[in-house]
C-alpha cells in the first residue's frame, strides 16, 4: 500500500446520454476499469468531471453513487472550488463528507486576485474544511500562475496537504520541492510531465487518460515512483502521441472518445463543448492501434 494520495488518481468523468443525463451503468463501469487498472484513489468532480456544468444535485448524487460503487475502497478526492470565496464555504457547509478524504480546490478564476488574495481565499476554505485541502494550480484555466512563494505559505496552514502542479513549469515545481513541509505533497496535475515531476519530488498524478488507460499508464507512475525511470521513461514514450489530442477539442472530450471507443461509456458531453469530431476519432483510433494502447 502507498501512503494516501500518492500514486494515481484518475480525474474520473462523468458519463452522459446524448440528451445530457447522467449515464450511472457507464459511470459504474467506469469505476470499476479504473479501480482494475490499480489506480490508487479518486478524484469526483473534477474539471473533468464536468464539474463546470454539472448541478449541486447531480454533483451530490454522482458523488454518492461512486461511494456506494468503490468496491476497492480507493481514498476518494472530492472537487469544491471556486473563485466566490464565500459560496465555497457554503457548500463546504452544505456538504456531507462522510467517505471523503480530501478536497481538491482550484486556484481562483477570472477574478485574477494577486498573491494576497489567493492565500486569504485558500487560508478561509481550509479553516472551514473539516477533511484536508489540495490546493489546484492551473493556470491554463484560471488565468493566473499561483507561484512557488505563495504556495509555500499556504503550505504552512495545517489543513492544506498540498498542490496539484499544472503550470507545467518544471522549474517551479523544484522551487516548491526545495522549500516545502516535509509531508506536503507535491502532485502533477499533466500527465506526461508527471514523470519528470516525480524526479523532481513529486507523489503522483492526478491524471486524465487513466480514465481510459489506467493499467499502463499506473505501471508507468509506479516505477517512477520506485525509482524505476528507465521502464517509466519506456512507458511515458507511449502517451506522448495521444496526450495533445486529448485536449484538441476540449477537455473531457478527447478521454471520452477513447472510453467509447474501448465500450465502456459513451463521449457526449455538455454545451459548450461538444463530442469528439469523427477526424478526432479516426486520429485517435491509429495512435491508439499504433502504441498499443
Do not use: W
Amino acid at each position: 500500500m502507498r501512503p494516501k494520495f500518492h500514486g494515481v488518481a484518475p480525474a474520473l468523468v462523468t458519463p452522459m446520454f446524448e440528451d445530457g443525463s447522467i449515464d450511472y451503468e457507464g459511470l459504474k463501469r467506469l469505476v470499476q476499469h479504473v479501480s482494475d487498472g490499480g489506480v490508487d484513489y479518486l478524484v469526483v468532480q473534477g474539471t473533468t468531471g464536468e464539474s463546470a456544468t454539472t448541478s449541486t444535485k447531480e454533483k451530490i448524487a454522482i458523488l454518492e453513487f461512486i461511494k456506494e460503487n468503490n468496491s476497492k475502497n480507493l481514498p476518494i478526492v472530492y472537487g469544491l472550488g471556486g473563485n466566490n470565496t464565500p459560496e465555497v464555504i457554503k457548500s463546504i457547509q452544505a456538504t456531507d463528507f462522510t467517505g471523503i478524504d480530501a478536497i481538491l480546490s482550484v486556484c481562483p478564476y477570472y477574478n485574477k486576485p494577486g498573491a494576497r488574495g489567493v492565500i486569504a481565499h485558500y487560508s478561509a476554505i481550509a479553516d472551514a474544511s473539516p477533511v484536508p485541502v489540495i490546493m489546484y494550480n492551473i493556470p491554463g484555466r484560471s488565468g493566473i500562475n499561483m507561484s512557488a512563494a505563495t504556495t509555500l505559505k499556504l503550505a504552512e496552514h495545517p489543513n492544506i496537504i498540498g498542490v496539484k502542479e499544472a503550470s507545467c513549469i518544471i522549474e517551479q515545481c523544484m522551487e516548491i520541492y526545495k522549500d516545502k513541509p516535509e509531508d506536503f505533497l507535491l502532485i502533477s496535475g499533466d500527465d506526461v510531465q508527471a514523470v519528470p515531476i516525480i524526479a523532481c519530488g513529486g507523489v503522483g498524478v492526478m491524471s486524465v487518460i487513466a480514465n481510459a488507460i489506467p493499467a499502463k499508464f499506473t505501471k508507468m507512475i509506479h516505477a517512477a515512483l520506485d525509482g524505476d525511470f528507465s521502464t517509466a521513461r519506456n512507458l511515458l514514450g507511449h502517451f506522448l502521441a495521444i496526450d495533445p489530442l486529448l485536449y484538441e477539442e476540449g477537455n473531457p472530450v478527447g478521454v471520452k472518445k477513447i472510453l467509447e471507443l474501448k465500450g465502456i461509456s459513451g463521449s457526449d458531453v455538455r454545451l459548450p463543448l461538444m463530442k469528439a469530431s469523427d477526424e478526432l476519432g479516426e486520429r485517435m483510433t491509429v495512435i491508439i492501434e499504433k502504441d498499443n494502447l
